[in-house]
C-alpha cells in the first residue's frame, strides 16, 4: 500500500488527465472549475486505499474514486445555492462566479457524469457499484432535506441531527470505501465492514466540520468560519449549548438563532462564547474522539494484515485532528 498523499497525487493526475472541457463551455466549465479548487480528495483516496486494502491495485478502483469526487462535488455546487455561501475552498462558489442557472445546471450534468465512469467496469461489479451509488446518492438527498428543515425547527434532537449527519455526508464515506472493496471483489462481509468502518469516520468527520466551522482558522478552513450560526443550522454544538444551559440562556441562544442579520460580527462571536461557556465545544470534541474510536472497533474485526490497519488508523488520527 501507499501513504495518503500518494494516493492524493494518484488520482490527482488522473483528474488532470480527464477530458472534461466540452461544449458548452458554460455547462463544463463550471465542472471543470468545482473539480480543480483542491480540497483534501478524501474520499477518491478512500475508494483507492481500500481496493488496496484488499489486495487490489489502486489503478482498477480510479474510475470509481473519480465517480465518488464527482458526485461530492456536485453535492457542493448544490449545497452551495441552498446555503448561499460566497466561498468554497477559499474561491467563489460555482454560482456566484457564474450565476444560478449554470450552477443547478452544471451540478445536474455532474451527477450523470458520475454515473457514466462506473461504465468502465465488467457487468456485475457495475451493478454493485451503481446500486451503492444509488442508494448513497438518495440518502445524502434526504439528509440535505433534513439539514434545511431543521433551520426552521427548534425542536430537533441530537438522535434527528445525528441521523441528518449519517445521510448528508458519512454515508458518502462509507460508499467511498465500500466502492474499493466491491472493485477488489473481496468478500460481502469485508465490504460491509470497511463500510461501517468509513460510516463512523464520517460521523467523526462532519462533527469535526461543524467545530471548525465555529472556531476553525479562516486562513486554512477554506470556508466561510460562522457560516453555521448564520444561516442558523442547528448543529450539534448548538444542541448541546441548548442542552447543557440554564433556560434563560438556552433561550438566548434560541432567539439569536432565530435572526437574519446583515452584519453577523456579534452575532457569531455571542454563540461562540455560548458554544464554549455551555460546555457544548468539549461535548463536541469528544464525540468526534467517540465515532472515530467505534470507527477503529470496526477496523479490528476486519481480516486485514495489522499494517494496513495501521494506515487506516493513522487515517482516522489525521481526520480527527485535522484544521482544514
Given at each position: 500500500?501507499h501513504?495518503?498523499?500518494q494516493?492524493q497525487d494518484f488520482f490527482?493526475n488522473?483528474l488532470e488527465n480527464?477530458?472534461?472541457?466540452k461544449?458548452p463551455?458554460?455547462l463544463y466549465e ?9 480540497g483534501k480528495?478524501m474520499r ?5 486505499m ?7 491495485d489502486?489503478?482498477v ?7 465518488v469526487?464527482v458526485?461530492?462535488?456536485f453535492?457542493?455546487?448544490h449545497?452551495?445555492?441552498m446555503?448561499?455561501?460566497?466561498l468554497r475552498?477559499?474561491?467563489?462558489t460555482?454560482?456566484?462566479?457564474w450565476?444560478l442557472n449554470?450552477?443547478?445546471?452544471s451540478?445536474?450534468?455532474?451527477l ?8 468502465q ?5 457495475f451493478?454493485d ?6 442508494k ?7 439528509g440535505?432535506q433534513?439539514?434545511?428543515d ?11 441531527y445525528l441521523?441528518?449527519?449519517e445521510?448528508?455526508t458519512a454515508?458518502l464515506?462509507a460508499a467511498?470505501?465500500?466502492m ?6 473481496t468478500?460481502?462481509?469485508e465490504?460491509d ?5 468509513g ?6 468527520f462532519q ?12 486562513k486554512?478552513?477554506?470556508?466561510q468560519?460562522?457560516g453555521?450560526?448564520?444561516v ?8 448541546k449549548a441548548?442542552e ?6 438556552a433561550?438566548e ?7 437574519q442579520l446583515?452584519?453577523n460580527?456579534?452575532?457569531i462571536?455571542?454563540a ?22 467505534k470507527?477503529f472497533?470496526t477496523?479490528?474485526k476486519m481480516?486485514?494484515n495489522?499494517?494496513?490497519k495501521?494506515i ?5 488520527e489525521?481526520?480527527?485532528?485535522r484544521k482544514?
Open positions: 500500500m501513504d495518503i498523499s494516493y490527482i488522473y480527464q477530458s472534461i472541457s461544449e463551455k458554460n463550471p465542472i471543470k472549475y468545482i473539480l480543480g479548487l483542491g480528495r477518491p483516496v478512500l475508494t483507492l481500500a481496493s488496496e486494502v484488499f489486495d487490489t489502486y489503478k478502483a480510479l474510475p470509481a474514486a473519480m465517480a469526487e458526485f461530492h462535488n453535492s457542493l455546487v449545497d452551495d445555492i446555503d448561499d455561501a460566497p475552498r477559499g474561491q467563489e460555482v454560482h456566484e462566479k450565476d449554470t450552477g443547478i445546471l451540478g445536474d450534468a455532474m450523470i457524469l458520475a454515473y457514466q465512469y462506473f461504465e467496469y465488467e457487468p456485475v461489479i451493478r457499484l451503481a446500486k451503492l451509488f444509488s448513497t446518492a438518495l440518502e445524502v438527498c434526504e440535505q433534513w439539514d434545511v431543521f433551520e426552521k425547527r427548534n425542536d430537533v434532537t441530537i438522535p434527528e441521523k441528518m449527519i445521510y448528508k454515508v464515506v467511498a470505501m465500500k474499493g472493496a466491491i472493485v477488489a471483489k468478500t460481502k462481509k465490504a465492514l470497511i463500510y461501517d468502518f460510516l463512523n469516520l464520517g460521523l467523526a462533527l469535526q466540520d461543524d467545530f471548525l466551522d465555529a472556531f476553525g482558522d479562516p486554512t478552513f477554506g470556508k468560519v460562522g453555521d450560526i448564520i442558523n443550522k442547528k448543529t450539534y454544538l448548538y444542541l441548548r447543557f444551559s440554564s433556560l434563560e440562556k433561550s441562544l434560541e432567539k439569536l438563532f432565530s435572526l446583515e452584519d460580527t456579534n452575532k462571536a455571542t461562540k462564547t455560548i458554544f464554549n461557556e455551555s460546555g457544548a465545544s468539549k461535548a463536541t470534541q469528544e464525540a468526534i474522539e467517540m465515532y472515530t474510536l470507527a472497533e477496523l479490528e481480516d486485514i495489522i499494517e494496513k495501521a487506516l488508523r493513522t487515517f482516522g489525521n481526520l480527527m485532528g482544514v
